[in-house]
């Protein structure tokens, strides 16, 4: 395993080479953050920051061009013959249950799971004010889950069970996420 696989540079020229749609980089780029600054918050060494980072920039790698087989072609096809290590594989392939057939179990399939469905909600609710993710309230965004025709793609029960998955109430990874994407 070579090391600069983790590196910036070689992640985004991943995302530069199998991702053209810029909002899918952008979102691909959002949870990278979110779960590299759990990791970061649950005091995880630097080798494990950036492979969660890493799990998290990369886990919709091959959505755009093989949707029917996300993720297990990017895990299969692009990920594991570059090297990264069973342990993004396995959450990159958790944070699609009903499509790979794992269930996430470790705590970065589980921390993935969590930012994934989240992240892409509060990007949404980010866009509908002019000040995005500054000043955001917890119950702006709680507000807007409650209304289902907002955003009406993303999945309320995938956001709650992620809550569930890292014990965390909802209000308060909410209030943690926004804290990371107003640094942005
Ligand atoms: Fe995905
Ligand atoms: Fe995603």
């Given at each position: 395993?070579?090391?600069?696989?983790?590196?910036?540079?070689?992640?985004?020229?991943?995302?530069?080479?199998?991702?053209q749609?810029?909002?899918?980089?952008?979102?691909?780029?959002?949870?990278?953050?979110?779960?590299?600054?759990?990791?970061?918050?649950?005091?995880?060494?630097?080798?494990?920051?950036?492979?969660?980072?890493?799990?998290?920039?990369?886990?919709?790698?091959?959505?755009?061009?093989?949707?029917?087989q996300?993720?297990?072609y990017?895990?299969?096809?692009?990920?594991?013959?570059?090297?990264?290590?069973?342990?993004?594989?396995?959450?990159?392939?958790s944070?699609?249950?009903?499509?790979?057939?794992?269930q996430?179990?470790?705590?970065?399939?589980?921390?993935?799971?969590a930012?994934?469905?989240?992240?892409?909600?509060?990007?949404?609710?980010?866009?509908?004010?002019p000040?995005?993710?500054?000043?955001?309230?917890?119950?702006?965004?709680s507000?807007?889950?409650?209304d289902?025709r907002?955003?009406?793609?993303?999945?309320?029960?995938?956001?709650q069970?992620g809550?569930?998955?890292?014990?965390?109430?909802?209000?308060?990874?909410?209030?943690?996420?926004?804290?990371?994407?107003?640094?942005?």
């Amino acid at each position: 395993m070579s090391d600069n696989i983790y590196s910036s540079d070689y992640v985004e020229s991943l995302l530069q080479k199998y991702i053209q749609n810029e909002a899918l980089r952008h979102h691909a780029r959002m949870v990278g953050k979110a779960v590299k600054a759990y990791a970061t918050s649950l005091n995880l060494d630097e080798d494990m920051v950036s492979q969660w980072w890493a799990a998290g920039t990369l886990h919709d790698l091959d959505w755009e061009f093989v949707p029917d087989q996300h993720p297990l072609y990017a895990v299969e096809q692009i990920l594991r013959p570059a090297g990264y290590s069973e342990l993004i594989l396995q959450a990159i392939l958790s944070h699609a249950p009903e499509r790979s057939g794992r269930q996430p179990e470790s705590a970065l399939d589980r921390y993935l799971f969590a930012c994934d469905e989240l992240s892409g909600f509060m990007h949404a609710v980010s866009l509908m004010r002019p000040e995005g993710f500054n000043g955001m309230q917890v119950k702006s965004v709680s507000k807007k889950l409650k209304d289902l025709r907002f955003a009406a793609n993303v999945s309320r029960e995938d956001i709650q069970r992620g809550a569930q998955l890292i014990e965390k109430d909802l209000d308060s990874h909410i209030s943690f996420l926004i804290t990371v994407f107003q640094h942005e």
